[in-house]
């Protein structure tokens, strides 16, 4: 079946531009997180959704970077005013629920490079 | 704060030879662990977890809570074993992921 995919796959912006970042989970994933991956450096964890609403948005830089999940299903990731330090790659990954005491695998989408000039 | 680090950016080894990849960690709780691969031009992809205690590809790990350690290793080193590998912890109750640095591999010939 298909994958986590992510789109653009690259998006060059110049300083203080805003851009959007967009997410297509696993069907039937309700959980969505996003990463951040900077040069030479792994993943770090951004924000969490379970269903339409951020359950851990802890990882949020600043208040430049605010994502949404409005139906549950495609999360958007934007980026205001953006800064050179903002190039990285942004990861998606969904999963199943998490039950009590289980776990259920993050599958990981191919990334945006985001650079910023 | 929980923490990983992968001391080593890069191991360079031989076909054949054995291989381990080094992971600590740093969390007051009861975590658990996982091992992330990226091959060349791949998406990250799960490798193995402490929890199911299976060999994937030839790969183990054990969690050492005494020494809060989840050492990778492979006792012969195969080419298409070359790759990114990062290590993971996630609370015990949590959801988020925290990944350390990552290690790549490079098995020559």
């Known amino acids: 079946g298909a994958g986590v995919s992510q789109t653009p796959s690259n998006k060059v912006t110049e300083k203080g531009k805003y851009v959007e970042l967009r997410c297509d989970p696993i069907?039937?994933?309700?959980?969505l997180y996003w990463y951040r991956q900077s040069l030479g450096q792994g993943p770090e964890f951004l924000i969490y959704?379970?269903?339409?609403?951020?359950?851990?948005d802890s990882g949020l830089p600043n208040d430049r970077f605010f994502a949404v999940r409005p139906e549950g299903s495609v999360s958007t990731l934007k980026i205001q005013r953006t800064e050179r330090g903002d190039s990285a790659v942004y990861l998606c990954?969904?999963?199943?629920?998490?039950?009590?005491?289980?776990?259920?695998?993050?599958?990981f989408g191919p990334g945006t490079r985001l650079t910023v000039l | 704060a929980q923490r990983v680090t992968q001391p080593e950016k890069l191991l360079s080894v031989f076909k054949g030879a054995p291989v381990e990849l080094k992971c600590n960690y740093s969390?007051?709780?009861?975590?658990?662990l996982f091992w992330y691969v990226q091959y060349s031009r791949q998406r990250l992809q799960l490798l193995l977890r402490h929890i199911s205690r299976e060999s994937i590809k030839g790969f183990t790990a054990d969690l050492n809570k005494g020494e809060t350690s989840f050492h990778l290793k492979k006792p012969f080193a195969q080419e298409e074993d070359s790759a990114m590998y990062y290590c993971a912890l996630r609370r015990a109750a949590g959801n988020k992921l925290t990944f350390g640095g990552g290690t790549r591999v490079l098995v020559k010939p």
């Open positions: 959704f379970q269903g339409t609403g951020a359950a851990d």
């Open positions: 969390y007051s709780g009861s975590p658990e």
């Open positions: 990954a969904s999963s199943l629920s998490r039950l009590a005491g289980g776990y259920n695998e993050q599958f």
């Open positions: 069907s039937g994933h309700t959980a």
